[in-house]
Every structure is written in C-alpha cells, then in structure tokens.
C-alpha cells in the first residue's frame, strides 16, 4: 500500500493548473455601438413618455365611456347631455363651449368629431333630454352616437 501512495504523489506534483482565458467584456466594441445603444434608449424613453401622455390626456374619455354605461344600465337618459357638454369642457376651452346651445351645440359637435350623428341622426334629441321628462330611455342609436363622439372628437 505504500508503494501505490508514493508512485501517485510525484504524478499530482506535476500538474500544472489550466490558465483560463480573461472574461469576455460586456462592453460594446466600438463606440458606434455606444452611442447606438443610447440612442435606442433614448427613443425607448421618448416612447414610454409619450404613450404615458397620451394615456393621462385621454384619462377623461375611458372616464365618460365608463359613465354612458352606467347611464344605459340605470336609464338615466337625462344625463347624457351634462355628460357631453362636461366632456367637452375637458377637450375646448370654457368659451367656446359654455355658451353653445340648441342647433349651434349640435354643429360643433358634429364638426369636432367629423359626424352627422348630432345633426341628422340619433343625437337630435340631446338638447331635449336636458329638460325632458326623467322617464326617457336613451335609445340605443344616441348611445352609439355619444361614445362615437366621445372616442373620436378632436379639440
């Protein structure tokens, strides 16, 4: 047994440890490639705070969408036109809205989001809900004609 241990021991004190390569850098290899990289992030974060914009700017439409549903569900027709005139308080300034009423209320909004819903079609009766009688329903025609309107106006 002794003499296995000797004849292993001087073959150990000959090995020579594996030198392993230097790490590969993460760094790019060239500047080009930097400034690539900085530029996309660039762009990256322009993007993310121009969606984040957008989404803040239309908070007030997911808002009003939500209550036209609670309008149709609980039949409160009488209120679709606060609603509307409130939403487009939101979009145009208070004196170019505020004062609009009658057949002048509904050529706005007409023009704003590039429609005749208001004019021609189901929205006629909008000026008529806000001091009709409370048991009107809301047909579903003036409900489409509001979230159209709501979705798609342009201030």
């Known amino acids: 047994m002794n003499d296995e241990t000797e004849d292993v021991a001087p073959s150990l004190d000959a090995l020579v440890e594996i ?18 990289f900085v530029a996309l992030a660039l762009l990256l974060a ?3 705070w121009l969606v984040a914009r957008w989404w803040r700017r239309n908070a007030y439409r997911r808002e009003a969408l939500r209550y036209v ?21 939101e979009a145009w300034p208070r004196k170019r809205v505020a004062g609009l ?3 002048g209320w509904l050529a706005f909004l007409d023009e704003s989001y590039g429609g005749t819903g208001f ?18 329903e809301a047909s579903p025609a003036l409900l ?12």
């Open 19 to 36: 030198r392993l390569p230097e790490p590969i850098s993460n760094a790019p290899a060239t500047p080009a490639w930097t400034v690539l």
């Open 46 to 48: 322009i993007a993310i």
């Open 144 to 155: 489409q004609v509001v979230r159209t309107w709501i979705r798609k106006h342009r201030a």
């Open 101 to 103: 009423t009658g057949d």
């Open 119 to 136: 004019t021609q079609g189901a929205g006629r009766v909008l000026p008529d809900l806000a001091y009709g009688d409370r048991k009107t």
């Open 69 to 89: 549903d609670t309008i149709e569900q609980d039949g409160r027709a009488w209120e679709l036109p606060v609603l509307v005139k409130r939403v487009a308080l």
